[in-house]
């Protein structure tokens, strides 16, 4: 028994997944802020246009990544420890840059049957997002997102 949307395993392979499609494989290509995967994790396993998302289930993903930011923080202290990630601290905005160590990871895991419905999910996610959602701002995600679905938001 476990809750889904709380579960590492859960969390690793979401991650996993965002980084590759993202691709997010070396240190200039690297993901930005590893903050932001609290508020995609839900975008990559429910469906990747995040307006085609009910107002209530956009605040419930908003209210729930809160929570796994702290998660996600021990999260790459493992995915790191185990060489799957490589991670550097981003000094302007004072956070966790990380990118995917595509050599470690096992060569089935990115079996498009396994996770087709994932990586369609991040692909259309990358389509509609204005910007680059490995490089841009936490803030601008947030604002991208919630914030122009009509949720209320606060500091992030």
Same mark, same amino acid.
């Given at each position: 028994m476990f809750i889904q949307k709380e579960d590492y395993n859960y969390l690793a392979y979401s991650t996993i997944i965002l980084l590759k499609v993202l691709d997010c494989t070396n240190e200039e290509k690297r993901f930005r802020d590893f903050r932001k995967i609290a508020y995609l994790v839900d975008f990559v396993n429910e469906g990747g246009e995040p307006s085609l998302f009910e107002e209530q289930q956009l605040a419930d993903i908003y209210n729930k990544a809160q929570i796994k930011k702290k998660l996600l923080h021990h999260l790459i202290i493992v995915l790191k420890n185990r060489e799957l990630i490589s991670v550097s601290v981003n000094k302007s905005s004072q956070t966790i840059d990380l990118w995917l160590n595509k050599e #470690?990871?096992?060569?089935? #895991?990115?079996?498009? /049957?396994? #996770? /087709? &419905? /994932?990586?369609? &999910? @991040?692909? /259309?996610?990358?389509? @509609?997002m204005t910007l680059k959602v490995r490089s841009m701002p936490i803030k601008s995600l947030v604002k991208k997102i919630f914030d122009d679905n009509n949720i209320l938001t606060w500091g992030v």
């Amino acid at each position: 028994m476990f809750i889904q949307k709380e579960d590492y395993n859960y969390l690793a392979y979401s991650t996993i997944i965002l980084l590759k499609v993202l691709d997010c494989t070396n240190e200039e290509k690297r993901f930005r802020d590893f903050r932001k995967i609290a508020y995609l994790v839900d975008f990559v396993n429910e469906g990747g246009e995040p307006s085609l998302f009910e107002e209530q289930q956009l605040a419930d993903i908003y209210n729930k990544a809160q929570i796994k930011k702290k998660l996600l923080h021990h999260l790459i202290i493992v995915l790191k420890n185990r060489e799957l990630i490589s991670v550097s601290v981003n000094k302007s905005s004072q956070t966790i840059d990380l990118w995917l160590n595509k050599e #470690f990871i096992p060569g089935d #895991f990115f079996d498009t /049957e396994i #996770f /087709e &419905n /994932e990586i369609a &999910n @991040v692909t /259309e996610l990358k389509r @509609v997002m204005t910007l680059k959602v490995r490089s841009m701002p936490i803030k601008s995600l947030v604002k991208k997102i919630f914030d122009d679905n009509n949720i209320l938001t606060w500091g992030v």
